[in-house]
């Protein structure tokens, strides 16, 4: 299958003129002639390429930026503490119990060792 080069819609490979627009049908393959006429010069591939360059580098700083923007050094601190502190309220009543019974087993050790120095062995 041939395209014409100056239409561009197809024709047959041994035409000599294209039915659809008349144009001369040139000796040379017609795919290479729309490869030729598609191809981009150094100028366009150059535009391209700084083209890309300058997205990817939207991309990053946008990123930076976003991860500047974001950054907390103290993020979670305020929680933390928080549950530290729960959990110190939730213990106190432990604490207190643990107290009370030190009390006590420190009165009747006193109690055991008063006992044991009136004895006689």
């Known amino acids: 299958m041939a395209f014409c080069g100056k239409c561009g819609k197809e024709i047959d490979d041994e035409a000599v003129v294209c039915v659809h627009c008349g144009c001369p049908v040139t000796s040379q393959s017609s795919q290479e002639a729309k490869a030729e006429t598609q191809g981009l010069s150094d100028k366009q591939k150059k535009i391209i390429a700084f083209a890309f360059a300058v997205v990817i580098l939207a991309g990053l700083l946008a990123a930076f930026w976003f991860f500047v923007e974001s ?3 103290t993020g979670g601190y305020e ?5 530290q502190e729960e959990e110190i309220e939730r213990m106190e009543p432990l604490r207190d119990e643990i107290s009370e019974r030190s009390e006590e087993l420190k009165k009747y050790a006193d109690e055991l060792l008063a006992e044991a120095g009136s004895m006689d062995y």
């Open 71 to 73: 950054y907390d050094p």
């Open 79 to 83: 929680e933390l503490h928080k549950s």
